[in-house]
């Protein structure tokens, strides 16, 4: 039922992509969509950015454990240190590209042709505020709905 909800509001390309997410990270993003729908009412295009934020975690196998060292360690290494990482290989490398799935999902969502919007706060949804080049409205509204969204 959700991933029919969730049809309407992608292409074809852009609902392939989210077929190959987790189902826990599906149900993420709708609940994130959800959230955003009723804030922004009129505002397809952050819907489908709240439903895609993610997709760059479909390039990296990770359980939760992983995830959660990602999200601590990001913040602490720089990003030659990540590159280091991603060229040894193992459980490194999966930790260096988790942390780095935001931009391989804009990519992936600028090759699917999704919106400038879209594919940018994928880039910047783990960004801060004084960093995005997105329209703030929609950004602050996704950014609320990705933290209380379970």
């Known amino acids: 039922m ?10 074809a390309k852009e609902l392939a992509l989210w077929s190959v997410m987790s189902h826990p990270d599906q149900r993420h993003s709708i609940a994130v969509a959800q959230m ?5 009412p009129e505002d397809r295009m952050a819907v ?23 999200g601590f360690t990001q913040p602490l290494v720089s990003t030659q240190r990540r590159h280091r990482w991603a ?9 260096a590209a988790l942390i780095e799935y935001p931009t ?6 600028a090759e699917a042709g999704s919106e400038e919007f879209v594919v940018r706060w994928a880039a910047q949804h783990h960004l801060r505020p004084e960093d995005w080049t997105v329209d ?14 379970v």
């Open 104 to 109: 391989v999902g804009a990519t992936l969502l």
């Open 2 to 11: 959700d991933g029919e909800w969730a049809a309407g509001y992608l292409s």
């Open 48 to 70: 489908v950015a709240a439903l895609l934020h993610d997709i760059g975690k479909v390039s990296v196998r990770s359980g939760i454990l992983l995830r959660v060292l990602a």
């Open 87 to 95: 060229s040894k290989g193992g459980a490194l490398s999966r930790l």
């Open 36 to 40: 955003v729908d009723k804030q922004l």
């Open 136 to 149: 703030r409205v929609r950004a602050r509204v996704l950014r609320r709905a990705d933290s209380v969204a």
